[in-house]
């Protein structure tokens, strides 16, 4: 596994969506990336736990949707015993620092960024791919984070993987529109 080129999608995946997988596809086709790992979350600490399924359910539902080779679904937050993103790509860097990771987000957690704990650490510790969201897209780039980082962006995706952090790129390609609010609102997914 020496070498590798990992995407990493954390989040609660409550319920896991085709979304989900449609950027880990677009990420490992237009990033050059050997994997993409879905960090189910044992409990997103900004998220309320009411109306939260089990991780062992999540967990599941996750691998149903997923369904690809280079997608690799896991509790690896329980694991480690971390509970914030940057904990995470800490213990993630220690344990495999042959390595290399990029850190996969959708435009509208881009928007939020300023809320995570040490937030410009994360952004030191990997590069960031962000994926298009309407309607957080236009406020994702004229946000916060896009700022602080402006001079840090990455035009050629390709690229993002070999270029050291602070780096980041925005995505833009037809994605697809599910999501887990809407999943969760249509009763499709009982928590």
Request: net charge positive.
């Amino acid at each position: 596994m020496a070498g590798l080129k990992i995407g990493l999608l954390g989040g609660s995946f409550n319920p896991a969506h085709a979304g989900h997988r449609h950027i880990s596809l677009i990420a490992l086709r237009r990033l050059g990336l050997d994997q993409v790992w879905w960090l189910v979350s044992p409990q997103n600490p900004l998220k309320p736990a009411a109306g939260m399924a089990s991780l062992t359910r999540r967990l599941a539902a996750a691998r149903a949707i997923a369904r690809h080779p280079r997608i690799k679904v896991g509790d690896l937050e329980t694991r480690l015993g971390t509970r914030y993103t940057v904990d995470t790509l800490r213990a993630l860097k220690r344990r495999h620092a042959d390595m290399r990771f990029v850190w996969l987000m959708g435009a509208d957690n881009l928007v939020q960024l300023p809320r995570w704990r040490e937030w410009t650490g994360l952004m030191n510790l990997v590069p960031v791919a962000i994926f298009d969201r309407a309607p957080y897209s236009y406020d994702a780039l004229a946000g916060l984070a896009a700022r602080r980082f402006g001079g840090c962006r990455v035009r050629i995706p390709g690229m993002l993987i070999r270029t050291g952090p602070p780096a980041w790129c925005f995505l833009r390609e037809r994605l697809e529109a599910s999501s887990a609010t809407q999943l969760r609102k249509s009763r499709a997914w009982i928590a």
